[in-house]
């Protein structure tokens, strides 16, 4: 095989690489999001219950109502059997390893992208001493980071093929730098 012909090979299996690390910080950031909104439901849900049930505890008081009784009884009921399914969710340490996984990996793409633009100035042996370096990496940082699951693959397959979420048009980069860096200035 022709150093050439090593080097296209190399490129197809560094581009290929980088999809993949891609796809996993982006499926990453879902799961996230998705814990997030969970806990923030949880908790509002349970400060909403703890308040209908304090006050209609506090309206039998008040007025002597049997309604209010049962009523902040039941919801009181509610609220035991919801923080009782819930007591051993970690949701927020959950979702605080999922962000360590994405920002961790969000380097590798980073080395990755270098790497492929470096890739014609480098020789096959940068290249493959590179490689194999990112490959440990990553496989470290998969090996100790929790899993996604199919849903946040989808989402993520959505954002990068049609909502292109990880990348930027030409316009929008130039908006972002400062006027001396842009292109169309």
């Not at 014609?120 to 090996?143: G, H, N, P």
Request: hydrophobic share 35%; aromatic share 10%; net charge neutral.
């Amino acid at each position: 095989m022709s150093d050439l012909q090593h080097k296209e090979k190399l490129e197809i299996q560094l581009r290929e690489a980088y999809g993949r690390v891609t796809y996993t910080y982006t499926s990453h950031l879902k799961f996230m999001y998705r814990l997030n909104q969970k806990n923030k439901i949880l908790r509002y849900s349970q400060i909403t219950l703890s308040a209908i049930s304090t006050g209609g505890f506090l309206g039998t008081i008040v007025f002597d109502k049997i309604i209010l009784t049962t009523i902040a009884g039941l919801v009181s009921a509610v609220l035991l059997a919801l923080n009782l399914f819930f007591k051993n969710f970690e949701l927020d340490e959950e979702s605080k390893q999922h962000r360590m996984a994405a920002d961790k990996l969000w380097l590798i793409r980073e080395k990755y992208v270098t790497l492929l633009t470096d890739f014609e100035t480098l020789s096959i042996d940068e290249i493959v001493v590179t490689r194999d370096t990112l490959r440990e990496e990553t496989y470290i940082i998969y090996s100790e980071s929790p899993k996604t699951d199919k849903k946040s693959y989808s989402e993520s397959q959505k954002a990068l093929k049609n909502e292109e979420e990880q990348f930027f048009t030409e316009v929008e980069l130039d908006k972002m730098l400062p006027l001396q860096l842009r292109k169309n200035k």
